[in-house]
């Protein structure tokens, strides 16, 4: 049974799952703990519900089940809006991380940051894969990049979110050679190509 988004258990209803009869007519099943109880758990406890049937003379049997409880959620994350991302260089690296403005699992424990950009890497015909890092580089610059986050938590469930990235450019040109000044004589045509 999977954990709920506060990492409690839900009792789940199972009576419909238990197959019962009696000799002398109806009988009544009931469950404890109750379908519907809230229970505090956590990743892989074992819970035992206990089935009883009651016939109309109030002999009863029993059985119980074990009912084990996973995490099956993936973490609650808030991606960041718009982004826009300044070169520094020819390249800006931004961490996965940097992307999600909140970040959190129902269930707790350390949390993996993943991105990827959709389409392709810098420069080459190669599609982006999940990682710790996105590439940006001055073919992006003025674009609109769509970069896809991934969180999972420790047991591998994992939530994705996407943003919006547009990159600029704020590196001013530098010139490398000057030209040296050039003294013309008014007397003669001057080409000046």
Do not use: W
């Amino acid at each position: 049974v999977s954990l709920n988004d506060s990492c409690y258990l839900t009792v789940p209803d199972l009576r419909p799952k238990v197959t019962f009869s009696d000799n002398c007519g109806p009988a009544t099943l009931t469950q404890v703990p109750v379908p519907g109880t809230v229970i505090p758990s956590k990743h892989d406890s074992i819970h035992h519900f206990i089935f009883t049937v009651t016939d109309t003379s109030g002999l009863t049997a029993i059985c119980t089940t074990s009912v084990t409880v996973k995490d099956k959620l993936g973490p609650d994350i808030t991606c960041s809006t718009k982004r826009i991302i300044s070169l520094s260089g020819k390249m800006a690296i931004v961490t996965a991380e940097s992307f999600i403005t909140e970040a959190k699992d129902n269930c707790g424990g350390a949390l993996t940051y993943q991105a990827r950009r959709m389409g392709k890497i810098c420069g080459s015909n190669v599609d982006d894969d999940f990682g710790p890092t996105v590439d940006f580089c001055c073919d992006d610059v003025n674009d609109t990049i769509l970069v896809v986050i991934k969180v999972s938590d420790i047991r591998g469930n994992s939530t994705r979110c996407m943003d919006t990235v547009i990159v600029r450019d704020n590196i001013t040109p530098t010139i490398v050679h000057k030209l040296p000044d050039v003294t013309i004589s008014c007397e003669y045509l001057y080409n000046i190509n």
